[in-house]
């Protein structure tokens, strides 16, 4: 169990930066997750923290201690990774107990430690099988048992769930959140997949070109986005982003017409709503008046879509709602739960 902190962590290979001075606190016992699209930072991040990376610039501190130019396998931390990565030739029994013979704990104790681990990890009947005999999902599992055997300070994950299908995706995230509570080992995760960094994650670092976009918890960077960025990353589907001007509190957008939002101030705007704090109307609430662009029936709903100018704007109706695509459409937008953006800036007002 660790705090890490990350003061002013850089990352550039010649004119190419790919983390841009980092500032970072990550408490002890925490499930910290790095989110993000491709290219922004988070996975070279994690590797810095792990060693497998030099910083060109700011430190590293693992409780306290300043780890930059220390090796990874002296920085007590324990990575699993998006492939398995375990070794076909041996059992599960030894893929878990490898670390235990590396690091050169005593020979008596690793029966125990490996089949505390694989307890853990719900693999205890399985120990005597190799990797080839097992399905995606255990394999993860038997990863992430030779990650727990060694009883490190913080626990590293790249992308681990991302080989799996949508089912297997779902139990594991259960698993490991009740993993990571039962150990209360500190836990940096990195991922491109909102929805895991969404249930997973007791705070969420949201990443962009290198830099830190927004940090807080689930609650608060899909409640209350900093910017454009956050607004239309976080959310499936994410927040709908249509562009106007807003003066005397009025929005004016294509086709959209919305009373009760900001000041007297005339600028641009853009108006970011919710899919679900949308509701279908007629008559004198509506905001939004068009045609149905598309329908979308996923069984709970109905993503009922429209076009506002060249802005599609989604929203989540009954799952009994069906109309023929064309047919007039007017939404009404819960006023209260709408949120501006500067347009030139894209920061939150």
């Not at 490991?176 to 080992?185: F, G, N, V, Y």
């Not at 506002?308 to 009994?320: D, T």
């Amino acid at each position: 169990m660790a705090s890490i902190s990350l003061n002013k962590i850089r990352k550039a290979w010649g004119p190419v930066v790919g983390v841009d001075s980092i500032d970072l606190e990550i408490r002890d016992k925490e499930f910290m997750v790095f989110l993000g699209p491709s290219g922004c930072g988070k996975t070279t991040t994690m590797r810095m923290i792990a060693g497998l990376e030099d910083p060109t610039g700011g430190e590293i501190l693992i409780d306290g201690e300043r780890v930059n130019g220390v090796d990874a396998r002296d920085r007590d931390v324990a990575m699993v990774f998006q492939s398995y990565a375990l070794y076909p030739n041996m059992t599960i029994y030894e893929n878990i107990r490898f670390p235990l013979r590396m690091r050169g704990v005593p020979r008596e104790r690793h029966d125990a430690l490996v089949r505390e681990a694989a307890a853990i990890v719900e693999l205890g009947d399985l120990l005597d099988r190799k990797p080839r005999a097992l399905s995606g999902g255990q394999r993860q599992r038997a990863a992430l048992a030779r990650a727990v055997v060694r009883h490190p300070r913080v626990f590293l994950m790249d992308e681990p769930l991302s080989n799996l299908d949508a089912k297997l995706r779902l139990s594991m995230r259960a698993q490991l959140k009740h993993i990571q509570r039962r150990l209360e080992t500190t836990t940096v995760y990195v991922t491109h997949d909102q929805i895991e960094a969404m249930t997973l994650a007791d705070r969420i670092a949201i990443m962009s070109k290198g830099q830190i976009q927004q940090l807080g918890t689930p609650d608060e960077v899909y409640n209350n986005p900093a910017n454009v960025f956050v607004a239309g990353f976080i959310g499936s589907p994410p927040m709908n982003l249509i562009r106007g001007d807003l003066e005397n509190g009025v929005f004016l957008g294509a086709a959209t017409r919305v009373e009760g939002l900001g000041d007297g101030t005339r600028r641009h705007v853009i108006l970011g709503v919710r899919p679900e704090d949308i509701t279908l109307a007629v008559g004198a609430g509506v905001h939004l008046a068009s045609t149905l662009y598309s329908l979308e029936p996923t069984g709970d709903q109905t993503l009922v879509s429209v076009m506002a100018g060249e802005q599609m704007v989604v929203a989540k109706g009954p799952r009994s709602f069906r109309q023929e695509l064309g047919t007039p459409i007017g939404l009404a937008f819960d006023v209260s739960r709408c949120h501006l953006f500067d347009a030139a800036t894209g920061e939150r007002l």
